[in-house]
């Protein structure tokens, strides 16, 4: 909601403003399919050229996400930390048992009391992976945590392509603006013997193509990449409290602390409160 108000507003003070001024929308109005053929064409052509097909195939659903915002919650942290609460102690108390859970996430009674974690391969992979290396070199928790660390990195790189792929759209959009106002001043000197009132119509619309290009980069697509890093960002920071538990985990400290150790990495606005998370354990506990 907040980036679409972003973009009615950004359209209404440019416009409104241009406007109260006394421009003349006709000369945009005019210009304005032909300008935008080149520029967004170029643009759209120059993406096409500079990225890997996995970027491409990212790219709608990233733009989607960008309006729709993170993911994640307060809530869906505090259920991240029950849920790893009850894979440790298990993994302490039975290891055999903790097998079941960790092969077969899908079928685990304690998976499936958190539908929207389960609903996230990222995540569930991750806990499953990781715990099922750590049952296999308990004795070396650094070699766990440093895969673990490798593996986060690389995600934090993928989920970034896209916004990268658009800022560097959002930079070559000013410049493809300038090639559409010089094929536009070629235009005008073709038609060099017209009367004033007609050559600065159409130098007005070869203008067009410079405002368009600045407007687009600036305006819409600049933001929207700045926009989808943050999102991604703030999804990644999910997966850093995963990390942070089991880290902790593997070092043998206690359940709880290693719950309130994941609790202190998550975002300070997306952080639960110590009293909410250990009242959320205590509903575990009777329920167990």
Request: proline share 5%.
């Amino acid at each position: 909601m907040a980036g679409i108000v972003g973009i009615a507003l950004t359209f209404a003070m440019v416009f409104g403003g241009y406007i109260l001024a006394g421009g003349k929308m006709a000369v945009i109005t005019h210009a304005l399919p032909f300008e935008m053929m080149i520029i967004g064409g170029a643009a759209i052509g120059s993406y096409l050229l500079s990225n890997s097909g996995g970027v491409l195939k990212h790219t709608l659903p990233g733009i989607v996400r960008a309006f729709k915002g993170p993911r994640w919650t307060e809530s869906d942290n505090t259920q991240m930390l029950c849920l790893l609460f009850q894979l440790l102690k298990i993994a302490r108390a039975n290891p055999i048992e903790l097998e079941e859970h960790i092969e077969a996430p899908a079928d685990s009674t304690i998976f499936q009391a958190y539908p929207t974690i389960l609903a996230d391969e990222n995540a569930v992979t991750l806990i499953t992976d990781t715990m099922r290396s750590a049952s296999l070199n308990y004795d070396d928790p650094y070699q766990v945590e440093d895969m673990l660390s490798r593996r986060l990195n690389l995600m934090r790189e993928e989920a970034m392509h896209v916004p990268h792929a658009l800022q560097h759209m959002a930079d070559a959009l000013p410049a493809l603006g300038i090639v559409a106002a010089v094929l536009g001043v070629i235009k005008t000197m073709g038609s060099i013997d017209q009367p004033p009132e007609v050559l600065g119509g159409m130098i007005g619309g070869a203008l067009v193509g410079t405002f368009l290009g600045v407007f687009l980069a600036y305006g819409l697509v600049a933001p929207l990449s700045q926009r989808l890093a943050a999102v991604m960002k703030q999804d990644l920071a999910f997966y850093e409290v995963i990390k942070s538990v089991l880290i902790a985990g593997l070092h043998q400290h206690a359940t709880t602390l290693c719950v309130e150790v994941g609790r202190q990495a998550a975002p300070e606005h997306l952080r639960p409160s110590f009293l909410e998370v250990e009242d959320a354990l205590r509903e575990l506990k009777r329920a167990a």
